[in-house]
T-cell receptor, first 114, second 112 residues
């Protein structure tokens, strides 16, 4: 299947700082990218959907000013967690899709805010 | 978004077939049925997807009921590496509003 690369795999940051997570589709053009958050023993929760060149669509309850999503090209999307707090510690996963076909997922980023 | 219902957990013996069920009684005519699986501390992995007809690939088979209100993911010979959480997801065939919403999935345990 297609490859989606997510970086970094893990990050530890201090409370109040911002963290950027990158998601790249390596061998296909992703018209749509999704960002998820997953807490331990729980399922993936969709945070937002972004289409290349457009503003991201955020799910209800997700603060768009806190979780900044940029999808500047067909192969790159970024999620920036601004002013991170310990409750933002989670496993963040990106996904990329071309149209309505299958989606391919990154390996996830473990964020720990101390 | 259309909902799916899956058993929370299932067990299988190694090298035996596994049938993972999924109910989606509110499926619409344009919804594709997708299956993904997730190993611990990893992103989900695509398994298979289909619309109306049964589908086969190197990983699994997907059997879709004639009324499309249920489907079954079939792993023909379970291995220890198949132990994962399996998610059944409906995705609209649309260029917009085609998000993937994950349910709780089925945690598959493979017994050696």
């Amino acid at each position: 299947g297609a490859v989606v690369s997510q970086h970094p795999s893990w990050v530890i940051c201090k409370s109040g700082t911002s963290v950027k997570i990158e998601c790249r589709s390596l061998d296909f053009q992703a018209t749509t990218m999704f960002w998820y958050r997953q807490f331990p023993k729980q399922s993936l929760m969709l945070m937002a959907t972004s289409n290349e060149g457009s503003k991201a669509t955020y799910e209800q309850g997700v603060e768009k000013d806190k979780f900044l999503i940029n999808h500047a090209s067909l192969t790159l999307s970024t999620l920036t967690v601004t002013s991170a707090h310990p409750e933002d510690s989670s496993f963040y996963i990106c996904s990329a899709s071309a149209g309505h076909t299958e989606a391919f997922f990154g390996q996830g980023t473990r964020l720990t805010v101390v | 978004d259309a909902k799916t219902t899956q058993p929370n957990s299932m067990e299988s013996n190694e090298e035996e077939p596994v049938h993972l069920p999924c109910n989606h009684s509110t499926i619409s005519g344009t919804d594709y049925i997708h299956w993904y699986r997730q190993l611990p501390s990893q992103g989900p992995e695509y398994v298979i997807h289909g619309l109306t007809s049964n589908v086969n690939n190197r990983m699994a088979s997907l059997a879709i009921a004639e009324d499309r209100k249920s489907s079954t993911l079939i792993l023909h010979r379970a291995t220890l590496r198949d132990a994962a959480v399996y998610y059944c997801i409906l995705r609209p065939r649309s260029n917009t509003g085609n998000q993937f919403y994950f349910g709780t999935g089925t945690s598959l345990t493979v017994i050696p």
